[in-house]
């Protein structure tokens, strides 16, 4: 049962929104959220203390706290959110290392959740329909959160190695979505028109934000869980999910999407990267029979209905936007066949 409870992340959405509902657990008697920033919206009765979990001095609060359980939520998805893609990689991979470095020091620990992500399975279009836990992925992830999180994962198995006392939670969530988190996904479906890798129509699914929390709660305070993907029931296609959104679709060239996605991304609506290009293409399907049966998590959203509740928050379409969407794709596609002639020709030489 948790007593002290360390919180990374507590700056960040979730993790505040996690920290402030686990403080109004009676069985729990203190919360210490941490961060390099002082959280902007309120996390309850958690007492906050500013520190980086990339120094040592982590070490330092959890022994001088007699800190029992640790929830790691700050691995950071979106590069743009982390003051960019080095910063995102330090925090994510050094960061860990670190913490884990004071938790395997630490004889008061008895708990570790990690928050990972279902991008460790990467996407291609050798996957199966339905990733199980036990499943590795048909290619890794070669850059980006994806790449992290592999990292991450591989950090925290061999910290069970060297701690077997330690029960270690580690929830592979789907994308997380709802009204108040931003992600690079919920900037992508906020586009006015959504680029889609022409010929593909990927598969999705989705966590609501609010579920994302009660699977973290029961796994801090319920039974130890081990490797479990967390995801709402079903699936919904890429362009479906436009629909919803009342967006229009901008079919783009494979050869071109890289580049495509760039071009969005230094404008500063979204944040592209070659990972997340082959997930719009191939997409991912997760199975969630571990967390039912072993974590007793039911999710209170389909995949469809967190998309529903996201979309409710958005603005609507710009005026115009499927005119424009058109048009940008005709230009889209003339460049996309140039440079796919290029391409094709230097593959030639």
Known sequence: MADVVLVTGVSRYLGGQFARQ????PS??????????????DIGRAEFVRADIRNPMIGKIIAQSEVDTVVHMNVIATPTHAGGRTSQKEINVIGTMQLLAACQKAPSIRRLVVKSSAAVYGSSPRDPAMFTEDM?????P?????????EVEGYVRGFSRRRPDVEISMLRFANIIGPGIRTSLTDYFALPFVPVPLGYDARLQFVHESDAIGALLLTTT??????????????ITVTQAAAMAGRPVLPVPMPA?????????????????????????YGRGLDTRRMRDVLGFEPAFTTREAFADYVRGIPSALPGAAALGA???GVAGSAAN???????AGRND
């Open 22 to 25: 686990l403080t109004r657990d």
């Open 338 to 344: 140039a440079i796919s002639h290029v391409w094709a």
């Open 222 to 235: 319920g039974p130890s869980a081990g490797i479990t993907n967390i995801s709402g029931d079903g699936i």
């Open 327 to 329: 048009a940008v794709s």
């Open 142 to 150: 070669r850059a980006g959160f994806g790449k992290d999180s592999v």
């Open 28 to 41: 729990v008697s203190r919360v210490i959220g941490v961060d390099v920033i002082p959280p902007p919206h």
């Open 136 to 140: 590795g992925p048909k290619a890794l």
């Open 257 to 281: 999407a890289g580049i495509f996605g760039l071009m969005v991304k230094r404008s500063g609506l979204a944040d592209f990267s070659s990972d997340q290009i082959q997930f719009l293409a």
